[in-house]
């Protein structure tokens, strides 16, 4: 394996993005859990026992699925590929950082998580945890995502989990990260499990590392399938996890153009939209700092997205950085855009994605008719659409 800890330019830091702008108390905790996580990697029978469920009960590999119907539609000798983390136990890429953590969790002593989610999958895959390693777990979500999904609360109570329904401000990801954080922070034997590359070091690191896997993955796998690495990794962006997975692989190969896709929303001019990378600037939430969509006061501000999973007004600070350098490329598709997407997979290729999955499906539809023979796109299926199918027939009328 690589090594991808290239973009931390000191321990915690991305360029200027990243930290632990967190008090005393809980800062000595992130420092025990760093340590803890530093010393689990130089542990052969942790990474023994990581590699071995995420193949015997995660199902890794995750597929390369080449999408011939849609190359044919709508290229020009194009070739669109996807890396299947649909296909993963519990339906999404989540559950690769969950089993890290929770790992972790145990190593340390714990016998309790907490988590937040927005889509759902994050809380899913914590409450599959919890339940494999004999830990309890309380899982926040937002009151508006709650009744946006139900189908993954009622997965997660029937896995045992506590579901915490927050209707704090708008009732979204970031009031269930803020009311997670707060759970954190007056439980000090409690483990925090987060579920993207944000919030204070180490997590935005330690994520990173426990998602890379979907990159060595689809590494080895599309060089084995085209006999050359990608021209386009493409992935969706809300806090980044699925994006940093994929992307961590292919940060040193210039020749390789990777594409952050962010959700616009309502239109990126509309106000309602949650493209922290393309319309954000640098502040601090959540104990790090990177991009924020702020209000007028500069504090984090109203975001929209269809998509549960997306609408947080923060993204990973290594994101961050990586775009300042020049090193990914920013696009944003709107919800239209992303049920468009929705339906093109499911009809053309028997594919149902998740929305959040949907919304880099469909900057690859609009990208494959721009590029020349023998092009190719890999995108990474970041979770099935189970969760999403209300959603998408109550806004297609279907």
């Known amino acids: 394996m690589r090594n991808h800890a290239e973009t931390e330019t000191r321990r915690g830091y991305f360029g200027e993005y990243g930290g632990a702008f967190v008090d005393g108390s809980i800062g000595s905790r992130l420092k025990e859990l760093d340590q803890a996580f530093l010393d689990a990697l130089e542990d052969p029978s942790f990474q023994q026992e990581l590699t071995d469920l995420l193949r015997r009960y995660v199902g890794r590999p995750s597929a390369l699925t080449f999408c011939a119907n849609l190359s044919s539609r709508l290229g020009r000798g194009a070739r669109l590929y996807l890396k299947r983390e649909d296909l993963n136990h519990t339906g999404a890429h989540k559950i690769n950082n969950a089993l890290g953590q929770g790992l972790l969790a145990r190593r340390m002593g714990k016998k309790e998580i907490i988590a937040e989610t927005g889509a759902g999958m994050h809380g899913t895959a914590c409450a599959t945890v919890a339940a494999l390693l004999g830990l309890e777990c309380t899982v926040f979500m937002g009151s508006q995502d709650v009744q946006r999904q139900a189908a993954n609360v009622a997965r997660m109570k029937a896995l045992g989990a506590r579901v915490v329904s927050v209707s704090q401000g708008d009732g979204t990801l970031k009031e269930a990260v803020d009311a997670a954080l707060h759970e954190y922070a007056s439980n000090p034997q409690a483990f925090y499990l987060l579920g993207s590359v944000v919030g204070p070091h180490p997590y935005p690191t330690m994520v990173r590392h426990f998602q890379s896997v979907i990159g060595h993955e689809a590494r080895e796998q599309f060089l084995k399938e085209e006999g050359r690495l990608p021209h386009y990794a493409v992935a969706c962006v809300g806090g980044g996890s699925n994006a940093m997975g994929l992307f961590s692989a292919f940060t040193d190969d210039l ?133 999403d199918l209300n959603t998408v027939m109550r806004e297609l009328e279907l």
């Open 255 to 387: 020749d390789v153009k990777l594409i952050a896709v962010e959700p616009a929303g309502k239109g990126l001019d509309s106000g309602l939209h949650a493209a922290s990378l393309m319309r954000g600037e640098p502040a601090i939430i959540h104990g790090f700092k990177t991009y924020v969509i702020t209000d007028p006061n500069g504090n984090p501000g109203r975001v929209h997205s269809i998509s549960s999973g997306l609408d947080y007004p923060g993204v990973g600070p290594e994101l961050a950085h990586l775009k300042d350098m020049g090193r990914i490329s920013c696009e944003g598709v709107t919800d239209q855009e992303a049920l468009d997407g929705f339906l093109a997979l499911s009809r053309h290729e028997g594919i149902i994605p998740a929305l959040e999955s949907a919304h880099a499906v469909a900057f690859a539809m609009k990208l494959l008719p721009t590029l020349s023979d023998g092009t190719t796109v890999l995108v990474n299926l970041s979770g099935r659409g189970d969760k």
